[in-house]
Each structure stands twice: as structure tokens, then as C-alpha cells.
């Protein structure tokens, strides 16, 4: 099983600052046959559920804003959020999806105000 | 749109067993596997398997074994999850999600509330 690690585990900002949150996985999420990243991040407000972000490692999910991006690769991901806005307050959660499962899950990021 | 809406809030005494069932629009049921996550109170999300919503056939994450049972309805687009012989672990709030091609979960239910006394 692969075993995802977020730090921190709470992020303490102000509205308009920068997030950066990490993603550490056991082994690596890729492909044997390709360059693909099977690494998701997801937004989830209180009393809400999930809402994907990013997956691929890099790819904005529909609607999502700009602001927030994905990078990394092997085993080590960060999800940024460049300027935060009030609504961004939230927990993070990554997620692995590699070719067999079992799949995982971090234990999560909260981003609160500072 | 894609939408999975999930059944209401279930207050459950120990040893009885519950369904959650989890109805699909917007989309083709059968091309998208179904996954079932739980969410303990105040606890992060942890994935209990999936669901082949072509063949029925459902895989179970190691501690989801037994007691918890995944099934389908293919003529109403839904999926169900039968949790038997609760326990009051069990408490806690459990969401399907669909997974697209590549598997990231890209629409998830509302979730439903089991609380067991």
C-alpha cells in the first residue's frame, strides 16, 4: 500500500498570501509505460464533500481556478495556492489512484486563517 | 449535469445493518467505476473499494472485508453500500464517488450520516 504524507499538517495564513502545501507518497504514483502522475489533490469545506482540484499531479480539474496549481513527480507533489482568498480556507486532501489499488489518501492539510 | 445523490442520515443500534444508496445522473452508469469512502468524525477520508458498474464486480480495501457489501442497480443508475452487524465505529459519514478513466474521483455524493448506538 502506498502511504501519502501532507505537511504541514495546519498552515496558518492571511487572505492574499501564498499556500504551499506538500505530498509525500512511499513510493511513486507514476506509470511503468508513461510520465503520467496518478496524484490528486481535493478541497473539502466543512460539512461538504470533496471537491477535486487537480489530478495528473498538474492538471486543473473543470471550473477550477487558477490560482491553484499542481506539480511535482515521482514521490513528492505540492499543491500551491498563489494568492489566497477567503474561500480557500478549507482542508486539502491527496490523493494516489496508481494502476492497482489499494488507493490512498493523505491525511490532510488545513488551511486556516492566520 | 453529473450527479450522485446519496440517501438521508441513518440512526442504527449495533448488530443491525444499514443501506446507503448512491443515484447516478447525468452520465453513462456503466462507464465509470463507483468507489465508496468513509469519513470518520473529524477524521480524514479513507477509501473502502469500488465497484466494476459493468460486471458488478466489487474490489474491498483491506478492513472493509465481511461485514461491508457493495452492489449496483443498473435499471436505476444506482450503487448501494450494505453495511451488516454494525459496530459503533462505524459511525461515521460515507460518500461514493465516481472515478474517471484515468481513476481520479471527480464527482462525489453529499454523503450519508450512519451513526450507530
Known amino acids: 500500500e502506498i502511504v501519502l504524507t501532507q505537511s504541514p499538517g495546519t498552515l496558518s495564513l492571511s487572505p492574499g498570501e501564498r499556500a504551499t502545501l506538500s505530498c509525500r507518497a512511499s513510493q511513486t504514483v507514476s506509470s511503468r509505460y508513461s510520465v503520467w502522475f496518478y496524484l490528486a489533490w481535493y478541497q473539502q469545506k466543512p460539512g461538504q464533500a470533496p471537491r477535486l482540484l487537480i489530478y495528473g499531479a498538474s492538471s486543473r480539474a473543470p471550473g477550477i481556478p487558477a490560482r491553484f496549481s499542481g506539480s511535482g513527480s515521482g514521490t513528492d507533489f505540492t499543491l500551491t495556492i498563489s494568492r489566497l482568498e477567503s474561500e480557500d480556507f478549507a482542508v486539502y486532501y491527496c490523493?494516489?489512484?496508481?494502476?492497482?489499488?489499494?488507493?490512498?489518501f493523505g491525511q490532510g492539510t488545513k488551511v486556516e486563517v492566520k | 449535469q453529473v450527479q450522485l445523490v446519496q440517501s438521508g442520515s441513518e440512526l442504527k443500534m449495533a448488530g443491525a445493518s444499514v443501506r446507503v444508496s448512491c443515484k447516478a445522473s447525468?452520465?453513462?452508469?456503466?462507464?465509470?467505476?463507483m468507489n465508496w469512502v468513509r469519513q470518520a468524525p473529524g477524521q480524514g477520508l479513507e477509501w473502502m473499494g469500488w465497484?466494476?458498474?459493468?460486471?458488478?464486480?466489487?474490489t474491498y480495501a483491506e478492513g472493509f472485508t465481511g461485514r461491508f457489501v457493495f452492489s449496483l442497480d443498473t435499471s436505476v443508475d444506482t450503487a448501494y453500500l450494505q453495511i451488516n452487524g454494525l459496530q459503533t465505529e462505524d459511525s461515521a459519514k460515507y460518500y461514493c464517488?465516481?472515478?474517471?478513466?484515468?481513476?481520479?474521483?471527480?464527482?462525489w455524493g453529499q454523503g450519508t450520516q450512519v451513526t450507530v448506538s
Open positions: 464517488a465516481r472515478a474517471t478513466r484515468e481513476g481520479d474521483f471527480d464527482n
Open positions: 490523493h494516489q489512484y496508481g494502476p492497482s489499488p489499494p488507493w490512498t
Open positions: 447525468g452520465y453513462i452508469f456503466t462507464s465509470y467505476r
Open positions: 465497484i466494476n458498474t459493468n460486471t458488478g464486480d466489487p
